[in-house]
Each structure stands twice: as structure tokens, then as C-alpha cells.
């Protein structure tokens, strides 16, 4: 095929929205899904977390709604392969100043250590494979720690999103399967309740045992 018709890879594409993508899903209302998820892990856990990392954190919306509702000072670890996602993520008004790393969810046991929640949200969709995927995210919580995770479901308007990014859809039965699988417990769906993300997502809560 010649370059020109050539189809882009998924990383030229991310680099190619970046800049718009927290608009985007803004206005798509994932921000306010992403707030349920972290209400619901706030509510379940005694004290906030310290060491949050969001593995595929593009603009960082996920890991901002966490943080937003910390009392505590958080150290936060942003990772992604993009460059131009990590730099809209460093733009987020963020309390105290985020690392961020280049990278992929397959590279996170380098991380110098464990944390007390791991985010990962539409990430899993373009993993090579979900059980490798899901044990690398849960080695990486600390005992105790949870595993919030966003993740596709199959829907027609989720057949779109994978003609246009590839993204891969899974059923909520066999995240929670796979979760159970990584060794985690206490495996919570949490429905999306309104606007595309209740469409086209589900969102997921597991807790490393002690
Ligand atoms: C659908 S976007 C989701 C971004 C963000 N989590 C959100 O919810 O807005 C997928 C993100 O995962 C990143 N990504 C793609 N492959 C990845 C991998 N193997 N490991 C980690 N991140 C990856 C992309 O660069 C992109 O920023």
C-alpha cells in the first residue's frame, strides 16, 4: 500500500488527537464516570490512597478525578507510550507534580514500586492479551491495594470505535473472570449510568489481598 493510503498506527493516531483528547472525552462525559469509579474506591477503602499510578493515562482525566478526592498529598504516576498524551497530561492542574513515564502497561514490573491503587482505563483493549495484561496490573498494587479499571463492553457503538481505533471489547463477566483469575478479590462491575460511557464501557473495582 502506499504511504499515503497507508492506515495509521494506533500511536501516530493518539499522537494525532492528543491535543483534543481531553476535550473530547470531556464533552463525551468519561470524567464523570471515571468520578464514579474513584467515589466508589473511596468509599470502600479507609484512607486515600498514597502511590496512584494510571497505566494509559492519556490526558490524565482518570487519575485527576482519584486525586481530586484525596485528602492526602498523593504521589501520582502517569504512564504512556505517547509523548504528546503525556504532555497534555502534565497540563491538568495537578496539586502536587505528577511523575510521568513513557511506556506500556507491559513494561510496569520496571516500576521502582507497588501502589495503593493502579487506574487503567481503555487500555486493556489494546493489549496483546487480557490474562498477561491483568497480572502485570494486579503485581503491581501493594497488599490491600485496589485495581480500578475502565474497560470496553461489546455494543455497536463500541464496533465503531474499534473500525476507527482497534480497540478490542470485552464482557463484563470475563473481565470480572479474568480479575478473579490475577488473584484479586472483592470484584465489583460498576455500570456507567449515563451517556456513551454507559454504552460503550464498564467499570471495574478489585482489591489485592492482604
Ligand atoms: C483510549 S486511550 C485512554 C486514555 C485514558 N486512559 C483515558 O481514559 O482518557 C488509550 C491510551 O492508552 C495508551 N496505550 C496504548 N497502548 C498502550 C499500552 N500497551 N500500554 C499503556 N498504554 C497504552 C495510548 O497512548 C492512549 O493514551
Known amino acids: 500500500m502506499p504511504p499515503a493510503l497507508a492506515r495509521p498506527t494506533l500511536s501516530q493516531l493518539y499522537a494525532r488527537h492528543a491535543a483534543r483528547w481531553h476535550h ?11 468520578a464514579l469509579l474513584a467515589e466508589t474506591d ?8 498514597r502511590y496512584v499510578l494510571d497505566a494509559g493515562c492519556g490526558s490524565g482525566a482518570f487519575a485527576e ?5 484525596g485528602s492526602t498529598p498523593t504521589h501520582l504516576t502517569l504512564l504512556d507510550p505517547s509523548q504528546e498524551m503525556l504532555e497534555q497530561a502534565r497540563k491538568r492542574e495537578w496539586r502536587e507534580t505528577p511523575d510521568t513515564v ?22 486493556l483493549e ?4 487480557l490474562e498477561t495484561s491483568m497480572n502485570q496490573l494486579a503485581q503491581a498494587l501493594t497488599p ?7 474497560v470496553s463492553k461489546p455494543h455497536w457503538c463500541t464496533a465503531l470505535l474499534r473500525w476507527r481505533w482497534g480497540h478490542k ?4 463477566e470475563d473481565i470480572c473472570a479474568a480479575l478473579a483469575r490475577a488473584g484479586l478479590t472483592g470484584i465489583n ?8 460511557p454507559s454504552r460503550t464501557s464498564c467499570g471495574y473495582r478489585a482489591v489485592k489481598p492482604v
Open 24 to 34: 473530547s472525552i470531556t464533552h463525551l462525559g468519561y470524567p464523570e464516570a471515571y
Open 42 to 49: 473511596m468509599a470502600a477503602r479507609q484512607r486515600p490512597p
Open 65 to 69: 478525578q482519584v486525586v481530586a478526592r
Open 102 to 123: 513513557s511506556g506500556r502497561l507491559e513494561d510496569i514490573s520496571a516500576l521502582p514500586r507497588l501502589y495503593d491503587t493502579v487506574l487503567c482505563a481503555h487500555v
Open 126 to 129: 489494546h493489549t496483546a492479551d
Open 144 to 150: 490491600g491495594g485496589s485495581l480500578l479499571l475502565a
Open 169 to 172: 471489547a470485552y464482557r463484563p
Open 189 to 196: 462491575a460498576i455500570r456507567f449510568v449515563k451517556g456513551p
